[in-house]
């Protein structure tokens, strides 16, 4: 069992910069796969990054690839999401989320463990 907890967002304006946290508590992060995940107003929740355990290998959807980075500190149990060159439609709450094993894509992976979100608005 791991507990996850997102800070960091926030108001930005188009172009800026945010970078997002995860903590985690209980189980050693190290144990899992973890990503990162946003839901905009009216929209289903949409993958946007992750990392594996050791951080060998980092995936990102489309839409932030070559703005957003993905990273981990498993020794201090967290995980990060900076963001850069912000546009609006980015604006959502983000998610971060820990699965066991990762199975090749998103979709297929069993993310069991969620944060309860932080709101990231950037204004244009």
């Known amino acids: 069992q791991v507990q996850l907890v997102e800070s960091g967002g926030g108001l930005v304006q188009a172009g800026g910069s945010l970078g997002l946290s995860c903590a985690a508590s209980?189980?050693?992060?190290?144990?899992?796969?973890m990503g990162w995940f946003r839901q905009a107003p009216g929209k289903e929740r949409e993958f946007v990054a992750t990392i594996t355990r050791s951080g060998s290998s980092i995936y990102y959807a489309d839409s932030v690839k070559g703005r957003f980075t993905i990273s981990r500190d498993n020794a201090k149990n967290m995980v990060f999401l900076q963001m850069n060159s912000l546009k609006p439609e980015d604006t959502a709450v983000y998610y971060c989320?820990?699965?066991?094993?990762?199975?090749?894509?998103?979709?297929?992976?069993?993310?069991?463990?969620w944060g309860q979100g932080t709101q990231v608005t950037v204004s244009s």
């Open positions: 989320a820990a699965a066991a094993y990762w199975r090749g894509t998103s979709a297929s992976t069993v993310w069991g463990y």
């Open positions: 209980g189980r050693t992060l190290s144990s899992y796969v």
